[in-house]
């Protein structure tokens, strides 16, 4: 059903694997179209409550096909519009985890930031390239790199393009943490059985709530944050979670 994008479920789990080795899973407007459908498709579906987006060993994606938009002209990208797909694991309530090894360039390093958490082998490489090809970053590098390294190195790789490695991504806060490559797949897959096993809602809304750092003042962020908690005291599993815990026993959660 998908080209070039082996999509699976893991238990609550929705997986999506780039699938293009030849051009290092670059991000042609076939995959992002296959990579919407997919991501909308677990949002639908209740059984599913974390998703995980990873490509090969080698490389996560190089980025947006170069070879496939080099001649496109501005009102043609405008009217596909195609650079929306990148904002939608930001956009999807259900957390989305990147498992990034091996070349996180361009398109596919914006990607992985549009992600909520990102797991990294040891041998990921992330960065801004897209000044080598006389360009900018189109899909969000420009905005979300600098929130997660600070403006002066942000700026430095943007600028530059030069990579910056999987340790620096840890120390700098890009990465949620790296792992040897042998075995990041399967921490990033744990991660996600893991927040999969939570509230759903309280999950949902936490997302949001953290994300609205990014998108608002610190007193708006605050009182929307404050309204979900609130909020949350209407569900089921807020009163199953609290009394699980005082009865010593394990929560059952509904979703609900
Ligand atoms: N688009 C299309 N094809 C790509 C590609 C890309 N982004 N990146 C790599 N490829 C292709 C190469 O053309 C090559 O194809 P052939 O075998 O047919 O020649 C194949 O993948 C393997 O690549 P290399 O031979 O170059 O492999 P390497 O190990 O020597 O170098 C690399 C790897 C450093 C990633 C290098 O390929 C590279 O610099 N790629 C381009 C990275 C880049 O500029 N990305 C930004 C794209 S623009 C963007 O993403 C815009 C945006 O903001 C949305």
Redesign the pocket.
Known sequence: MYENLIVTTEDAVGVIQFNRP???N??NSQVMRGLTHALAAFEADATIRCVLIHGSER?FS????????QAATPVEMLRENW?AA?DRPRTMTKPVIAAVSG?C????C?LAMACDIIIASESAQFA???I??G?????G?TQRLPRAIGKSRAMELILTGKFMGAAEAERRGLVSRVVPVEAYLAEAKALARDIASKPPVAIQFAKECVNKVFETALGEGLDYERRMFYFLFSTHDQREGMEAFLAKRKPEWKGQ
């Open positions: 030849k051009v290092l670059a991000l490389a190089a980025g947006a096909d170069i070879d496939a938009m650079i990148w070349y360039l361009g398109g596919g914006e801004q390239p897209e080598g090809i360009v900018i970053p189109g899909a590098g």
